[in-house]
């Protein structure tokens, strides 16, 4: 397999310049200008586009069994969406239930994405109990190339840890070298509040956002950082929402906690009056932590062009409005929380980030994929164009206008979220390890060609 894709404006995170790219088997082996064209190689003319290297969501959740249901999409579903979304790899939650060991949900994972996965994926380790038996499933999951966790700090009685299974994971993680996400969120004060709102007959969609106001949020990351202070364990917080909560990060940080931090498409372009939708229409919005007011998008996108936030992720969770959100209908606690994006944000990241001005094109590249996989050590393999990197390349065409629409959409999931919005640009061209995935808008690549990626170990301490 060989493939020369011409003539495109390659950016990068520090880079920008029109060159053609080379790539044989499964890797980038030359970039230039005027390279031959050699016989039987397929050739792409990407002429007036942008090629990025292939993008990375660092937060997913395709497989998810959650609040009573499951996550809507398969792998194959899952990451179809990504890759003509111009997502290349992407790093899914491993969430075991409490009453499940690590190893088993470890393998549960491997094997829903087996034979069905169409992008290359990894995994967040969760831990979701500590016990005598977890610390050595965990260094065997860690030898196998998982270098990530995932702790939660809300969801109480579902995947939250106490504080003494924070400390032995932490412990346990900087002597790995292993980096520590985490979802953080007090889970004593969600339930309190959740309890006073239900009570008191407040039970619609647009009380979840008063359950998780942001110093639930902030406190559960002030909590995590201390942990993260005092056992040196490096750390990365998943979907972060608001300001008080990156004011924690950043007082953390000038501590010298090792804290990369994570926001997500939602947070960026969605605010909390999209969750007061009448008719529980609000169902659709709801994900935790929940949106936010307006006044924290344009901090957030701040926080993103100045390096304070590393990355944008979706945390990916489908729920159909149809048949799962309803089971919170007279009960907010009860919808399974998730707000789908997995195949649209790249699309809106530059439509509301490149096109308004907000983000230059390096720093989108930056914190759609090659932050990510500097984060959790997969540099330069992906997020890099350059020899010997993976050929993984988005051939983008910034002409493109188009409408986001549930009826064009991969995901299984049966709504859209930004319904009806008017995007720039789009994938043209997607490439997996130098094969052609999809093609303006379809998916045309090898259903369970996706490989899972093993990364290599960390700093042990
Ligand atoms: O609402 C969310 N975020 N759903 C997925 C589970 C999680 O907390 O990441
Ligand atoms: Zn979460
Ligand atoms: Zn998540």
Redesign the pocket.
Known sequence: MALLIQNGEIVTGDSRYVADIWCEGETITRIGKDLPVPEGAEVVDATGKYVFPGFIDP?T?IY?P?MGTF?KDTYATGTQAAVVGGTTTLFD?C?PSRAQEASEGFATWLEQAAGKACCDYSFHMGVTKFDEGTGAQLRRIVAEGVQSFKI?L??KGA?GIDDSELFATLQLARELGVVTTA?CENETLVSELQKSLIAAGKTAPKWHYESRPPRVEAEGVHHFLSFAELTGAPVYI??LSCREALEEAIRARLRGVNVGIETLIQYLVLDKTWAEKPEFEGAKY????PLRDKSNQEILWNALRQGLINTVGT?H?PFDFETQKPMGLSDFTKI????PALEDRIRLLYTHGVCTGRLDLHTFVNVASTNAAKIFRLFPQKGAIQPGSDADLVVFDPSHRGILSEKNQISAVDYNAFEGWKIQGRPAVVTLRGEIAARDGQFIGKTGRGKFLRRPPGQSK
């Not at 709801?286 to 932590?289: C, D, E, N, T, Y």
């Not at 399974?336 to 707000?339: L, Q, S």
Request: hydrophobic share 50%; net charge negative; glycine share 4%.
């Open positions: 937060h959740h998810l959650f996550a939650m969430c939660f809300a969801y995947f979802h998943v979907h709801v994900m935790s932590p945390d969770a399974p929380n998730g707000i």
